[in-house]
């Protein structure tokens, strides 16, 4: 079937400069990279599936419980998640600049962009966190000592804070272990790991960060813009 | 081949290349985690087996004797649990796949070789974690887990249980994205789509169903945990939810992965029908195609186990019909096999011997799915013994039967040496009876209504049951015999060469075992897959034939 | 039949439907069985025929699949396994769809599941435990829920089972055709004694039915059991009123069952069971146009029987805008308390705090 | 290995407009959110398009799809069709439960 012909491919290969590390077992830099990215949006389809769960739950418990959902959606801070929403889609600009540095070489440049994106980032959790804060002082936290002042159906409205926790939360823990992630990229970059010819660490958490940017973009309407009007609020 | 007498010294393999327990458990060799993983699961099977043995002695009388309820039902959790998430999922792609994958392709590995050995160690957290449930009482809510039992009436276990589960999924994503990314970057030149191994086109379809089904079962078993560990409501109907939301979800992943357990070994099939008949697959573009379309349609018909669930009628008959179109790939490849053996030169050696055990014992599993695809006839049959029957003649029948056919094809490859082909031939035959004897008896058994998962039941049941039990212990000989000896064959087998079976693909053509580095030089690959004409070995030189 | 016999291959066919699926299910083993020993003669006829004996050089024997002839093949065994599995798709649903839809003429029984035991209800106001009674050659509805997880009516007999979940009503129904004794499995794992779950369904004839009918009940038919429910609970203080004289504060419930309801929202629903079950335990998720929503919630007030009395009650309340109520209650039957007392198997018992107020 | 197409640096522009517009639509959905548009379905369909269409914005360009190879494409249209399924077909059964009229069929 195959003949035994020898390909010498990779002799040239470990002597590029720039290039970072060629591991052993690809034939090329290309090849690395290629498999990088592809492994990475693998990675991405997984976690869409992950989040879709809660999507579904959320889709069909609104549809069965709207007036639960519209009140208690009412108590979500409208222009405090608008705020934070800027927030994060500036850390995505930042990010996004992060790598057009990077793949210029830039290397300051790269870095002060990364440290932006984290004090974005940082932002970003602090708001949640002080939203959950305002949440547990209210008892809008599903559970055994659940309360919600002024929401008609008290036995459905845990339901949308149920959803509401599960997906802002586990949106926050993709953020915090992001924010883990770019602590480490901050220092390789300031130590000058990457160079413009290398830098697949940085784009590749760059799909990270603008993808859990896009899950955002998702929960602020479906959380926050229930019904706003009071049209049929009671 | 003559046998070596006296001890030369080995060349230089992937086993004798380090040496240690450091070497093993950090090698990042997708050859070694392979093994690695066969070590695991293989003891998974065993436990999972031991639970079997007990559900069977347990049945043989209508009374409770052996135990009681509560511990019965644990029994068959982890019976389910264990053998589904622990022992058949990883069982053929983290073991064969992980070993073969590269091989075939001609690459040096996988192309994440870390992120392969991170797997191994999630596999083995998770599993720790099922361990941890086992010894410290277990779970009784079967290992579908369905709401609300399991998230407000069972025992706390629940969550542990769920955690292990869930923790073992991210092994079973990291396997498939790596699988994944292997195909489509790894390959050698020359190796284009239609030139791969079909057994590379069933891990590639395995993978895809791993990366989009199993978050579904993750995100579930997290919101489940959720539920059952701060009583935050997503499913119980008490808090407004709905338990039929937890069984789509579950069996959005669920019924794709029973797919993820048959592929891998359907590939097998493919290649051992293909080598122990000396021809070309007949079909191949439409097996290596019907793999992808069972991967793709296995999306589309999870409904078919919620036909009495009060699911929407509406709903029900859209999931019945796709039930039926998937079926139809599953028909094309037995056909095909079929045909590969026409006018071939068949030698029935053992892994041959499995793989027509496979054949049918996977269309009779297969075509009971048909039973109950049909809406009508699965409110008898639903919960019953024929689904027990049905899916054990798959699972077991089918993959497991294909795995057996897997390992003893590339056993000589992965050791090195052969086993007594005597004694495989006696398992093989074995296996097939007792397996037989254990799971038809149950189709009666079901279509006369014994439901499933019961401790006790009327004695009019007991004449099949008695059967079942008996089957159960020739079938347990079945397996005894084999892991007797593989392992002897790894010390005192004869030394296998590098092809002792006359096979095509790139994995027969670098030694057994194998360096550590696959090929001393990389493939080119001019060829068509399987092309046993341009095989320049002669009878002579293939060792074992007939 | 019940009674023990160890060897057989088939169960007992009692109720109407059980032909057909019994029908199908040969015709499934015939196809099957057909394409099993054709497979298997295949491999092991090939395995044989062109089997490599020892010595023999191998014929490594180069062909074309994608020949004419061999195409050829490849679309005859996709056609004919598609065929065949469309017609057991179309015989399958419509068996499915026959017993899903009870006939309007059906007479209606209750069943509540609870680990890890059957509650019946019959209209008429007996009750029994894991014993069902109903007359040969009768639709018989099953409307059923569950106070706690899920658990599953099955006959095998009469060839049916469906689900039975808690917070909602679940159907079944049958016409049993043989009058005798059969099991009754819970088919859902429920837990510890799920396959202590068990009972019996007794087929009697109309007469017997009618005479067992008079033995049991001791409360008065389960109208007139929801109706007492319905003043203990103090539904009264709100709605009795308005049953004479509207008041306007509350909905008036007379023929209210069947009904087309006007919410608050602008959506419309109809009044059937689940509604009425959701309007007393959650009443705020439905508020009927025209009203506030200071109902209270009964959540943890009412057993599941409770709720089906009260609904029973309200059913017997009438039916408005012409809408017939299907299960017109038979005359009542105020049986005598003293025959109650008398507990044979089969014959209802007064069930320990099933008044249908929870504690 | 095929040759592969010469990597595409996005002009620093397409991300400052890109940004523009994602901010000017958060603000939009959140202001016309508050407004009664006649029909609340009518609201939930702008909120999710203007969802929609910022989440396009992000993938096409902040993540370079729009310049990627016909994989990613591929993946990110699988990962679409393959959420969208779930949705749907799980809401065939939600839709179609009271078609019947029989309790729990
Ligand atoms: C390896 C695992 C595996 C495989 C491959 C299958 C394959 C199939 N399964 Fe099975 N199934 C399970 C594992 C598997 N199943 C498990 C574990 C359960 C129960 C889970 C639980 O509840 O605990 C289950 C339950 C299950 C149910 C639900 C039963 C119930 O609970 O009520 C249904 C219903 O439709 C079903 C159908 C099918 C069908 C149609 C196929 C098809 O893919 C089969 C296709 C194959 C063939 C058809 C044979 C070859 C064809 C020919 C020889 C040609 C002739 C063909 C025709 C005439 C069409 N299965
Ligand atoms: C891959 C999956 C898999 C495998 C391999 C098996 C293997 C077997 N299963 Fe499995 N089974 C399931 C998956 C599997 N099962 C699932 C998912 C369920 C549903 C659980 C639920 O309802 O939640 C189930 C349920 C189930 C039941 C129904 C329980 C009930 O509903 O009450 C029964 C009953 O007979 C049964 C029997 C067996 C037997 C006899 C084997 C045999 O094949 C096992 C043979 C193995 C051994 C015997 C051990 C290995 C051998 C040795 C170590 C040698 C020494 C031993 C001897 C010589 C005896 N299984
Ligand atoms: Cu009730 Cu099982
Ligand atoms: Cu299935």
């Not at chain 1, 208690?72 to 850390?91: E, Q």
């Amino acid at each position: 079937m195959a003949s035994h012909t020898a390909v010498a491919t990779k002799a040239a290969a470990h002597s590029h400069p720039g290039y970072g590390e060629l591991r052993h077992h690809f034939e090329s830099h290309e090849q690395q990279k290629d498999s990088a990215t592809i492994g990475m949006w693998v990675f991405l389809l997984t976690e869409l599936m992950f989040f879709g769960g809660l999507f579904l739950a959320y889709f069909i418990y609104r549809q069965w419980y709207p007036e639960a959902f519209a009140s208690a959606s009412n108590k979500t801070d409208l222009w405090l998640g608008a705020f934070n929403t800027t927030v994060l889609i500036c850390s995505s600009l930042t990010m996004a600049l992060a790598v057009h540095a990077a793949s210029k070489g830039k290397r300051i440049l790269l870095v002060g962009f990364l440290v932006a994106t984290l004090l974005l980032g940082g932002a970003f959790l602090g708001v949640k966190a002080y939203e959950y804060h305002d949440k547990w002082v209210h008892h809008e936290i599903p559970g055994d000592h659940f309360e919600c002042e002024g929401c008609h159906d008290e036995v459905h409205t845990p339901l949308f804070f149920a959803l509401y926790f599960g997906m802002t939360g586990l949106h926050a823990s993709h953020m915090i272990i992001g924010f883990g992630v770019l602590l480490v990229l901050i220092w390789q970059a300031w130590s000058g790991k990457f160079t413009e010819k290398w830098y697949t660490p940085i784009e590749m958490f760059g799909l990270y960060w603008h993808f859990v940017d896009i899950v955002w973009i998702f929960l602020f309407p479906l959380l926050y813009l229930i019904d706003r009007t009071g049209r049929s609020l009671l | 081949m003559t046998t070596a007498t006296p001890p030369v010294k080995e060349p230089k393999n992937y086993l004798n290349a380090e040496h240690g327990l450091r070497s093993w458990l950090l090698t990042q060799d997708h050859k070694r985690i392979a093994i690695l993983y066969l070590i695991a699961v293989s003891a998974f099977f065993v436990v999972g087996g031991l639970m079997a043995v007990l559900i069977r002695l347990e049945l043989a009388t209508p009374a409770g004797d052996l135990m009681d309820s509560n511990t019965y039902n644990k029994v068959f959790t982890m019976h389910g649990v264990i053998m589904i998430f622990f022992f058949l999922i990883p069982s053929i792609p983290a073991i064969l796949g992980n070993f073969l994958l590269p091989l075939m392709i001609g690459a040096k590995d996988l192309a994440f070789p870390r992120i392969n050995l991170i797997s191994w160690y999630v596999y083995m957290l998770g599993g720790t974690f099922g361990v941890i449930v086992l010894l410290s009482g277990g779970v009784d809510t079967g290992w579908t887990f369905y709401t609300p039992f399991s998230s407000s009436y069972s025992n706390g276990y629940v969550v542990l249980t769920a955690l292990a589960a869930f923790i073992n999924g991210f092994s079973s994503i990291l396997t498939g994205l790596n699988f994944i990314v292997t195909v489509h970057r790894m390959r050698a030149p020359g190796l284009t789509w239609f030139r791969l191994p079909l057994f590379v086109w069933a891990h590639y379809s395995t993978s895809v169903i791993m990366i989009l089904g199993t978050p579904v079962i993750a995100v579930t078993l997290f919101l489940l945990m959720l539920e059952r560990g701060l009583h935050i409501g997503f499913f119980d109907p008490a808090y407004g939810g709905d338990p039929v939301l937890f069984q789509h979800l579950f069996w959005f992943y669920s019924h794709p992965a029973v797919y993820i357990m048959i592929l891998p070994s359907m590939g097998v099939i493919s290649e051992v029908i293909s080598t122990f008949s000396s021809k070309k697959p007949f079909g191949y573009t439409f097996i290596a195609f019907s793999s992808v379309a069972i991967a793709v349609f296995g999306f589309l018909v999870w409904g078919h186990h919620l036909y009495v669930s009060s699911q929407s009628a509406y709903a029900g008959m859209v999931f019945s019909i796709l039930s039926y179109i998937v079926a139809i790939p599953s028909a094309i490849k037995v056909f095909n096999w079929a045909a590969t053996m026409y006018k071939g030169s068949v030698r029935l050696e053992a892994p041959m011997l499995y793989a027509i055990g496979f054949i049918g014992l996977f269309t009779v599993g297969g075509l009971t799915g048909l039973f109950l695809a049909a809406m009508g006839l699965d409110v008898h049959l639903t919960d019953t013994y024929f689904v027990i029957a049905h899916f054990h003649y798959v699972m077991v029948g089918g993959a497991i039967m294909g795995y057996q056919a897997g390992i003893h094809f590339w056993w000589p490859k992965i050791v090195g040496r052969m086993y007594p082909r005597a004694w495989a031939t006696v398992a093989a035959i074995l296996t097939f009876v007792g397996f037989n004897l254990t799971f038809f008896p149950q189709f009666i058994l079901g279509y006369l209504g014994m439901p499933r998962r019961y401790h006790v039941y009327p004695p009019e049941f007991q004449v099949f049951n008695v059967l079942s039990s008996a089957g159960a212990s020739v079938l347990g000989l079945g397996y005894l015999i084999p892991a007797i000896y593989l392992i002897w064959s790894i010390k005192n087998g004869e030394p296998a060469g590098a092809n002792p079976w006359g096979a095509t693909g790139l994995e027969w053509q670098t030694s057994s075992p194998p360096p550590t580095e696959n090929f001393e030089v990389t493939p080119v690959v001019t060829t068509e897959a399987y092309d046993y004409t341009a095989l320049t070995l002669t009878t002579q030189e293939v060792t074992h034939v007939g | 039949m019940l009674e023990a016999k160890s060897f057989e291959l088939f169960p007992e066919a009692a109720s109407s439907i059980a032909g057909h699926v019994d029908a199908f299910y040969a015709f499934m083993v015939l196809v099957s069985a057909f394409f099993s020993l054709l497979i298997a003669f295949l491999v092991v006829y090939f395995a044989y025929k062109y089997r490599h004996r020892p010595g023999e050089n191998i014929v490594y024997a180069p062909y074309d699949d994608h020949s004419l002839s061999a195409m050829l093949l490849e679309v005859v065994w996709t056609a004919i396994p598609l065929g065949l599995s469309m017609i057991m798709f179309v015989w399958g649903i419509s068996i499915y769809f026959t017993e899903a839809r009870p006939p309007v003429d059906s007479m209606e029984i209750f069943v509540t599941g609870k680990q890890w035991m059957w509650k019946i209800q019959h209209m008429e106001g007996a009750r029994e435990i894991n014993e069902l009674h109903i007359p040969v050659n009768r639709n018989v509805k099953l409307t059923m829920t569950s106070e706690d997880v899920i658990h599953d009516f099955f006959i095998p007999a009469f060839r049916t089972k469906a689900d039975v979940l808690p917070g909602r009503y679940t159907t079944e129904w049958f016409r049993a055709t043989k009058v005798g004794s059969y099991h009754i499995f819970c088919a859902e794992y429920c837990g510890t004694k799920h396959s202590g779950m068990i009972g019996t369904v007794t087929v009697m004839t109309e007469s017997a039915y009618n005479t067992w009918l008079g033995a049991g009940g001791g409360e008065g038919s389960m109208a007139e059991q929801g109706q007492a429910l319905f003043n203990q609970l103090g539904c009264g203080n709100c709605h009795a009123s308005i049953v004479n004289n509207q008041n306007g504060r509350c909905p008036n419930l007379v023929g209210l069952f069947g009904s087309t309801v006007e919410l608050k929202d602008g959506k419309q629903v109809k009044a059937d069971a689940s509604y009425i079950r959701e309007s007393v335990l959650y009443p705020q998720s439905k508020i009927v146009a025209g009203f506030d929503d200071y109902m209270p919630t009964f959540k943890g007030l009412i057993t599941e029987d409770g709720m089906l009395k009260l609904i029973e009650y309200i059913r017997s309340l009438g039916a408005k805008n012409g809408v017939i109520n299907q299960a017109t209650p038979l005359p009542v039957q105020t049986a005598d308390p003293a025959k109650a007392a008398i507990s044979k198997p089969g014959v209802a018992l007064p069930l320990p705090g099933s008044g249908g107020v929870a504690r | 290995m095929a040759a592969h197409e010469e990597h595409h640096v996005v002009p620093k522009s397409v991300y400052f407009a890109v940004f523009t517009a994602l901010i000017v639509l958060t603000w939009v959905t959140a202001w016309i959110s508050t407004k009664d548009l006649g029909s609340s379905s009518l609201n939930v369909a702008v909120a999710l398009s203007i969802a929609v269409f910022k989440a396009s914005l992000v993938v096409l360009f902040f993540m370079h799809v729009k310049y990627g190879t016909k994989l990613t494409k591929m993946i990110v249209g699988i990962g679409i069709v393959w959420l969208l399924m779930l949705l749907f077909i799980v809401m065939i059964d939600f839709w179609t439960r009271t078609w019947m009229g029989v309790a729990g069929r």
